[in-house]
């Protein structure tokens, strides 16, 4: 079955960069459709990015568009999400998340399997 790792969050500034990388086991790579969420204190689970591999262009959610790229090593079967311009509003866990390849996981309730996530926090 899918195993979903997360690491690279932490503690940084306003403006900084984070990358953020989910590594997969347990599925061939390109046979489950991956993405990320988050979800910050006191608030629900929001889709961040998704990179439908059956489509090739990256679904952004709006606060994070121009700043976040989310990208995929099939090689390495390792999903990466690359955060610019962090913003005090990132402060969140960090999930990844699977889920059908027919499916474009852009909401919670289509996820099968979730990461145990990564925590961000964005200082001002």
């Known amino acids: 079955q899918v195993h979903l790792v997360e690491s690279g969050g932490g503690l940084v500034q306003a403006g900084d960069s984070l990358r953020l990388s989910c590594a997969v086991s347990?599925?061939?790579?390109?046979?489950?459709?991956l993405a990320w969420f988050r979800q910050a204190p006191g608030k629900e689970r929001e889709f961040v990015a998704t990179?439908?591999?059956?489509?090739?262009?990256?679904y952004y959610a709006d606060p994070v568009k121009g700043r976040f790229t989310i990208s995929t090593d099939t090689a390495k079967n390792i999903m990466y999400l690359q955060m610019n311009d962090l913003k005090p509003d990132d402060t969140a866990t960090y999930f990844c998340a699977s889920g059908s390849l027919d499916v474009i996981l852009v909401v919670a309730a289509q996820v099968q399997r979730w990461g145990q996530g990564t925590r961000v926090t964005v200082s001002a």
């Open positions: 990179l439908p591999s059956k489509i090739g262009t990256a």
């Open positions: 347990g599925v061939t790579p390109g046979t489950v459709s």
